[in-house]
């Protein structure tokens, strides 16, 4: 059997490799980027901290506060550090739960399918989002709880794990609301298939150590009329227009391309094995893996037969599924039987990731591909020139103030929480500059507690408008009834290599008429 061809020594091995391997190929990406709209955004999450947030819990600012030493160290590297160390820890936990649930082979598989996991390794293991302390605390809740509810005996060990459970479960919450389908595959388990577990204390004390957990979050939110929980049920609401089945293709090659297509390609394979009555994981861990993660995949499937939806919501849900492939890859009797360490389904996948990484990474800093030129979009415009504006736009203000012509301590106000955000960390950090957002509470999301903190705009004061050619909005529009006048000032154009990425248009905003007190 390949679990005996392969021995514990060489699968260890091959584990540390990996996971030295991937913690510098991660740690290389966080520092050789620049920050993406959602991560720039996250960073004033750390910057403004708070119970919760408009949009998401609070962890994944204080996981920027913690690796950054609360932004003592502030680039792009120390923003992203506690993603590149939870991603690492997060390869090595899935090992853990693949070892536990089958042996160290499944184990090996499962951190190799969830580094070649789009989702697993860049997204929560590189970028900084509130997926990267859900996906560690997620993997942390399904140990515990694979272990402990896999007891038919209820041992005090199971017990005292039940316990951990509600912490992890709590934590991965903090870090993202739909963690509670965590809680939801728990209940269904028991109520199937192991009710014994409703008999018992510490279930219930589980639970009870959860709702604690949560209490900063539902504290903020009623002291904002639930503002956060109203926000996503907006998001994911069911609209008046009927059936958009675009937006369902759109999800499902998304979570095809974040998920790894190769990887789905055997998650499908292992479910079909399932389904033929194929024996190859313990049916226990098999229906609690199915019942937390089958549920958020097809809930957010559903939603998207009706509005667009962004496939990494799904992305915890892979993860029970990435065991069960990974089970499956295990079994001798597969029809991917292989004695070599890393067989050929799983060093595709990984191939295919390498390769999307690498060209990934070359288009964002050198545009390799000139997609411009084609006539198609280029996503990776997000992800560069933020630096090289800040760079050029702190003489030209400065030239202007000491020209007279603007005053010294002129923010900088814009219309949407990005690019409120990237003006924040790459244009007015480095000058003294804070950035407002003026909008409506769907446009400038934190922003409105943001701009509260930052005090109100006096009277008479000037402020710098920067309007991007990607994204243009006329200042005119927006504020010209604000200020006494609004007047054209430069443009910044902005390149990577010898392709114009964007132009930044600035103005400057004389004069505010009336204060504005937030």
Known sequence: MQNIIISSRKINLALLILLAVSAVVRAFIAGFIELGNDEVYYWTYAKFPALSHFDHPPMVGLVIQAFSLNLWFDNEFFIRLGSVILG???????????RLIKNPLTGLYAALL?????????????????????????LLSLYFLLKALSDESLSGKSKNLMLYAGVAVGLAFLSKYHSVFLLLGTFLYMLFYNRKWFLVKETYFSFFIFLLLTLPVVFWNIE??????????NRVGITESGLQLQYFLTEVAGQFFYNNP????????????????RSFLDVAYVRLLLLISLPLILL???FSLFRSTLPHWTGPGYLGLILIASAFLSEPRNDFRNPRLIPLPVATSLGFILLVI?????????????????GMEDVTHDLVCWRQLGDKFAPVSRKRESEGLI??????????????????????RKINKPA????????IHKYHWINKIRGPLKKGSDAWFISLSDDYEDPNVLYGNLFMSIVPDDTLVLTRRNEIVRKAFLYRMISLKEEMDF
């Open 436 to 443: 407002y957002a003026l909008g409506t509470l769907e446009r």
């Open 262 to 277: 190769v990887n789905v390609v055997i998650i499908i394979a292992a479910l079909v094995a399932l389904i033929r009555k």
């Open 114 to 138: 969830f580094t070649a996991s789009f989702y697993g390794f860049v997204l929560s293991g590189t970028f900084i989002l509130p997926d990267t302390p859900q996906v560690f605390f997620w």
């Open 88 to 98: 690492t820890a997060s390869t090595w936990l899935i090992f853990l739960i693949g």
């Open 358 to 374: 690498i060209m990934a990474v070359g288009q964002i800093r050198y545009g390799w591909v000139p997609l411009q030129r084609w």
């Open 224 to 233: 904002n009329q639930f503002i956060s929980f109203t926000f996503h049920e």
């Open 407 to 428: 005053s010294k301590d002129a923010p900088i106000l814009t219309f949407r929480w990005f690019p409120a955000a990237n003006f924040d960390y790459y244009v007015g």
């Open 300 to 302: 957010f499937l559903g």
